[in-house]
């Protein structure tokens, strides 16, 4: 069955770095665009990150633009997210997702994401 597994979360003080993982199975990884979004206690998931299924075209959410970098590698069917410059209100719930997509495309909104991993835990202290 279809499973996306996060992994790399924890706690780190503010300016530190962290990088998430997640892993892909039971679909064609390289027929969806990913995606990470974030929800923080009391607030809803919002977006952080997508890439396109050519992997060649990434978004960022201004919060994040300049700190976050979202990469792939189709070969072992993995998901990075690269965080650095940490702040408190990083702090959240991060998931991974997968929406199937044309090739060039890359997804924005919660809806249109297929598939949802199960969260990994990012906590900053100031």
């Known amino acids: 069955q279809v499973q996306l597994v996060e992994s790399g979360g924890g706690l780190v003080q503010a300016g530190g770095s962290l990088r998430l993982s997640c892993a892909a199975s039971?679909?064609?990884?390289?027929?969806?665009?990913m995606g990470w979004f974030r929800q923080a206690p009391g607030k809803e998931r919002e977006f952080v990150a997508a890439?396109?299924?050519?992997?060649?075209?990434?978004y960022y959410a201004g919060s994040v633009k300049g700190r976050f970098a979202i990469s792939n590698d189709n070969a072992k069917s993995t998901q990075f997210l690269q965080m650095n410059g940490l702040k408190p209100e990083d702090t959240a719930i991060y998931y991974c997702a997968a929406a199937r997509s044309a090739y060039y495309e890359l997804q924005i909104a919660r809806s249109a994401y297929d598939y949802w991993g199960q969260g990994t835990q990012v906590t900053v202290s100031s």
């Open positions: 890439i396109s299924r050519s992997r060649g075209k990434t």
């Open positions: 039971g679909f064609t990884f390289s027929r969806y665009s």
